[in-house]
């Protein structure tokens, strides 16, 4: 749950803030001198950051998995040849798709952190542990 929550809010949320705020602009105040061209440029400008981040720390967390770090640098390299590309010759879709794969990249490298692990009881969905007499008595109890 912490894990879903961060990404929903963290990553996609406030990570996204500069997509969010050209996307109101452009729906709901029609601003002048705004178009979807501002749009694809904040998209252009979020996965680079988000899948740079996620890149590294693959890197830092896993250094003695050569896969892992092959993987790292392997994305960092393609996505950011694609933004260099979308920089010259901008394109919404390629952005979205961009946009996309950085946030999954983001969720390799930080799927097995701790931070958001939440501990959970086994027990829990038994309601304790039922060899355990349960507290009170029958005591004045007619059946």
């Avoid at 929550?5 to 990570?15: A, C, E, N, W």
């Avoid at 997509?19 to 979020?46: C, D, H, M, Q």
């Avoid at 996505?79 to 919404?92: F, M």
Wanted: glycine share 8%; net charge negative; charged share 10%.
């Amino acid at each position: 749950m912490t894990f879903c929550v961060y990404v929903l809010l963290g990553v996609l949320f406030f990570g996204g803030l500069g997509i969010w705020a050209e996307v109101v602009k452009y729906y709901y105040f029609r601003a002048p001198n705004t178009g979807a061209e501002a749009i694809i440029t904040s998209l252009t400008t979020y996965f680079p950051a988000l899948v740079g981040a996620a890149s590294l720390q693959l890197m830092f967390e896993n250094r003695n998995s050569k896969p892992l770090l092959a993987f790292a640098v392997l994305c960092l390299c393609v996505l950011g040849a694609i933004a260099i590309w979308l920089a010259i010759d901008p394109s919404a879709f390629y952005s979205v798709v961009s946009c996309v794969a950085a946030i999954w990249i983001w969720w390799i490298a930080n799927a097995r952190a701790e931070a958001f692990r939440d501990d959970l009881d086994i027990d829990t969905p038994l309601g304790g542990n039922p060899g355990k007499t349960p507290p009170g008595s029958l005591q004045g109890f007619n059946h």
